[in-house]
């Protein structure tokens, strides 16, 4: 009779810990797309109804992203969203341009005709698809951003090394954030010539031009996006 008490109690413990998987890579994905302000209260019985869950998943999946850093924890005041200000953008972009000046050298450094190929692909995908919501172009496209992702992923796919890959999707992820913030603002600019540009330094392997390139598509961002940032600063 325990036997059993305890395979129920191990299948419903596998029940949470899916379900928390679940909620966790949509809250996720809601935090990227601004879907809640910064220093919003994340309040259990609001997500639990947001995502069909119970408190149990909800709340393993707010301490899973609390460890990650997006989402903090108080004794007091429970979870809620990381403030933004233009000190931490600042921040995020000097280091992803370091970061870019090592993944961009070394993963042209050992590029091939399969690593080009798949670059020209990712570029078209993303070129054909509209960057902001079709129900709403005030938000950003997620299809748009998950190729835009797979596009800068792309250039740097073959660096050689899968920790300043992971690294440099978790700085991508934070910058998406910001991006997200500063959505509802009319920017003009021409994202895709910038992205063609790289994606021609990268496959002509010309390494200089690559990182100037990609650090001035960050950098220009950075600049645009900080204006916006200012407002959603902490007083």
């Known amino acids: 009779m325990a036997l059993k008490k305890a395979t129920r109690s191990d299948a419903g413990h596998r029940v949470v810990t899916t379900l928390a998987s679940s909620i966790e890579e949509r809250l996720r994905r809601d935090l990227i797309s601004a879907a809640f302000m910064p220093g919003e209260k994340l309040a259990i019985d609001v997500l639990r109804e947001r995502y069909g869950a119970g408190a149990s998943p909800v709340r393993e999946a707010l301490n899973r992203l609390s460890a990650e850093g997006w989402v903090l924890l108080s004794d007091q005041r429970g979870f809620r969203v990381p403030s933004v200000s233009v000190d931490q953008l600042e921040e995020l972009t000097r280091t992803r341009c370091l970061?870019?000046?090592?993944?961009?050298?070394?993963?042209?450094?050992?590029?091939?005709?399969?690593?080009?190929?798949?670059?020209?692909?990712?570029?078209?995908?993303?070129?054909?698809?509209?960057?902001?919501?079709?129900?709403?172009?005030?938000?950003?496209?997620?299809?748009?951003?998950a190729r835009h992702r797979?596009?800068?992923?792309?250039?740097?796919?073959?660096?050689?090394?899968?920790?300043?890959?992971?690294?440099?999707?978790?700085?991508?992820?934070?910058?998406?954030?910001?991006?997200?913030?500063?959505?509802?603002?009319?920017?003009?600019?021409?994202?895709?010539?910038?992205?063609?540009?790289?994606?021609?330094?990268?496959?002509?392997?010309?390494?200089?031009?690559?990182?100037?390139?990609?650090?001035?598509?960050?950098?220009?961002?950075?600049?645009?996006?900080?204006?916006?940032?200012?407002r959603h600063e902490p007083a």
Not at 111 to 134: G, K, N
Not at 166 to 175: G, I, K
Not at 187 to 201: M, P, T, Y
Request: net charge neutral; hydrophobic share 45%; proline share 3%.
């Open 99 to 145: 970061l870019n000046e090592v993944t961009l050298r070394e993963a042209i450094f050992r590029s091939d005709s399969e690593s080009e190929e798949a670059i020209v692909v990712a570029l078209h995908h993303l070129s054909r698809t509209p960057s902001r919501a079709p129900d709403d172009p005030k938000q950003i496209n997620p299809e748009w951003e």
């Open 150 to 230: 797979a596009f800068h992923a792309s250039l740097i796919a073959t660096c050689g090394s899968r920790w300043l890959i992971d690294l440099d999707a978790m700085l991508f992820e934070q910058a998406a954030r910001y991006r997200a913030l500063s959505a509802r603002s009319k920017i003009g600019r021409d994202v895709q010539k910038e992205h063609q540009a790289i994606a021609n330094a990268v496959i002509a392997r010309n390494v200089a031009e690559a990182v100037r390139l990609a650090n001035a598509h960050i950098t220009h961002t950075s600049t645009l996006v900080s204006q916006v940032t200012r």
